[in-house]
């Protein structure tokens, strides 16, 4: 079964993991897995061979909005760290959601090379109550322009009129919520 066929497949099932694990995860500058760890192996159902060299986005499922990705890497590519919720997709359909923290990597004389991310256990009434109504407010703006780079950018949008709205960065809303 292709990649592409494998990332159609969702079986609605949530997988979880204890609150004392943490998933790494570590990539080149362009997304390409350089490590991962055994949380992550078993949580997305890969073998190590499988994933390293991989684009990270092996695991994206299709209700996260590419708006937060969107976030995500300018942030990073700006040199900061950011924290998200984020559901990823498990090779099998499976789903987990985690809250992640990504940071660039960076060589002793300050350049960037490359990034890594620690997920922990997601603090599960966030999610209910505010991450998946915000996310599928996300996803409906993405979906309901012709143009997905538009769609994106009007839900990037949002998110930013919401946090000018309540005064805070990402990192500060995401921590607003409760972690």
């Known amino acids: 079964m292709s990649n592409l066929t494998q990332k159609k ?5 949530e997988r979880t993991f204890d609150a004392s694990e943490i998933i790494v995860t570590k990539t080149d500058l362009a997304g390409k897995m350089t490590y991962c ?11 190590e061979k499988e994933c390293l060299g991989v684009q990270h986005n092996l695991i994206r499922h299709p209700d996260m909005p590419r708006s937060v990705f969107k976030l995500l890497w300018d942030t990073l590519q700006a040199g900061q760290e950011i924290f998200a919720y ?3 997709r498990s090779k099998n359909g499976d789903h987990y959601w985690v809250l992640a923290h990504v940071t660039p990597s ?4 300050g350049e960037v090379l490359g990034y890594h991310s620690n997920r922990r256990v997601p ?5 209910d109550e505010h ?3 915000l996310y599928a407010q996300l996803l409906e703006i993405e979906k309901s ?3 997905p780079k538009e769609g994106m950018n009007n839900a990037v949008q949002t998110v ?11 990192n500060e809303f995401m921590f607003s919520l409760g972690v």
């Open 9 to 13: 497949i969702l079986t609605g099932v």
């Open 145 to 147: 322009h012709e143009s």
């Open 106 to 109: 960076f060589s002793a004389n």
């Open 37 to 47: 760890n055994r949380t992550f192996l078993k949580l997305a159902g890969y073998e």
């Open 86 to 88: 984020v559901n990823n």
């Open 123 to 127: 603090n599960r009434a966030v999610i």
């Open 131 to 133: 991450i998946i109504p």
């Open 160 to 170: 930013m009129d919401l946090l000018q709205e309540n005064r805070v960065g990402f």
